[in-house]
């Protein structure tokens, strides 16, 4: 179904409950929370989509994505544990987790445009007006959402809540 190989299965399964986790941790804490039930989850199914496209990739970009992917989520959860400021910890995690989202969003985004419905995608070339206006959505709530974060951010900080 689909065209997609069983390993796919595996990473597209694997990595797919990584989106409503990320929602609800963006809508719950207006960002990814890696100390947290959600958060740990999140983190084992990225890893999990993120190893996992590796031996299925057809695309050079594929590569790219899933090592960038796999250095901001090492990044994201691990510069809570180093020594220095929190504050500037927390924009750190921050950002570096939201562009894990984001890198989740584009090939899935994609894939979905290419695949659905099995038989007669939506769109079935690369430069497609579809699929680069669908990219240029996720990119620009990237930006819109980093910003928003960034200036919530600084205003705990303002308010005394760091």
């Known amino acids: 179904m689909f065209g997609i190989s069983m390993l796919g299965w ?12 990320a929602a609800y ?5 207006g960002r990814i929370v890696p100390r947290s039930r959600a958060g740990a989850a999140y983190f084992v199914f990225m890893l ?24 901001l989520l090492a990044a ?10 929190k504050r500037a910890k927390m924009f750190i995690e921050t950002i570096c987790l939201s562009l894990t989202a984001f890198l989740l969003m584009v090939p899935t985004v994609s894939e ?3 695949r659905v ?9 690369m430069n497609s007006p579809l699929l680069l206006g669908a990219q240029a959505t996720l990119l620009a709530l990237l930006v819109i959402g980093v910003t928003a974060q ?8 303002n308010e005394g809540e760091f």
């Open 150 to 157: 960034v200036i919530h951010l600084r205003r705990q900080k």
């Open 117 to 125: 419905p099995d038989g007669h995608p939506l769109v079935t070339e």
């Open 10 to 21: 595996v990473h597209t399964l694997g990595s797919l409950p990584a989106i409503p986790l």
């Open 25 to 29: 941790m963006f809508a719950r804490h």
């Open 76 to 85: 994201g959860y691990g510069v809570g544990w180093l020594p220095g400021p």
């Open 112 to 114: 979905i445009l290419r």
């Open 48 to 71: 999990v989509g993120a190893v996992s496209v590796f031996p299925i990739a057809h695309q050079p970009v594929s590569y790219v994505i899933g090592s960038v992917t796999l250095i």
